[in-house]
């Protein structure tokens, strides 16, 4: 049963420290997402690459937030220096997507809850 | 941008009655997408819609997408308490394969 995996699951971190999210996308996937999840925001995409390569991160925070993906087995979001107002659940998607296809179903991963103090 | 507006935010209802969450975009979509949220989940894909009018059916969900494939909606036959959750719609639109997410309904089902 494959699935997206994250870590850590939850985190709490003072503010001005750097806080960074893994996620492990479905093998063979070749479409990485990072959402933010809010009760005031709902559901925002921060970034996503396809091939390991960033298509979008228009909706990232450029000057604090960065999103990479070293090989095509690990995607990482960094915050630094965080902020209160960062503290939302984070939550990386994956999907398989085919040339011809319209859009990929994505799969979540259970996400990771982010706490800034 | 694209903007995809979702009604109602929250709906209550009895175990047995009936439920529609509604999805409008500001912007023709090229697909829909719907998920579901359990409470402390993380969104679980439910369906895609591709073509003008079409609707789908997995059991007691019925999804239509618009003729315009400017709006969609999700009915729930006789709701069970599983199917506590928010749901979300999802489109893209044009060349973009990154999805827009609505703002979500949040269903409780009452026993």
């Known amino acids: 049963d494959a699935r997206v995996t994250q870590t850590p699951r939850d985190k709490v971190t003072e503010m001005g420290q750097e806080v960074t999210m893994r996620c492990q996308p479905i093998l063979g996937h070749n479409t990485v997402f990072w959402y933010r999840q809010t009760m005031m925001q709902g559901l925002e995409l921060l970034a996503y690459f396809r091939n390991r390569a960033p298509l979008d991160d228009s909706g990232m925070p450029k000057d604090r937030f960065s999103a990479e993906m070293p090989d095509a087995t690990l995607a990482t979001l960094k915050i630094q220096p965080s902020e209160p107002r960062d503290s939302a659940v984070y939550f990386c998607a994956s999907g398989l997507t085919y040339l011809r296809a319209l859009q990929e179903t994505q799969y979540f991963g259970p996400g990771t809850r982010l706490l800034v103090l | 941008g694209q903007q995809v507006m979702q009604i109602p935010q929250y709906q209550h209802v009895q175990e047995g009655e009936d439920f529609t969450t509604y999805c409008n975009s500001s912007?023709?979509?090229?697909?829909i997408q719907w998920y579901k949220q359990r409470p402390g989940g993380h969104p679980v894909f439910l369906i895609q819609?591709?073509?003008?009018?079409e609707v789908k059916k997995q059991k007691r969900l019925t999804f239509q997408f618009g003729e315009a494939k400017k709006n969609s909606s999700l009915h729930i036959t006789a709701t069970q308490t599983t199917d506590v959750g928010t749901y979300f719609c999802a489109g893209s639109s044009g060349s973009a394969r990154q999805l827009t997410f609505g703002s979500g309904t949040q269903l409780t089902v009452l026993p």
């Open positions: 819609l591709v073509k003008s009018g």
């Open positions: 912007t023709t979509l090229s697909n």
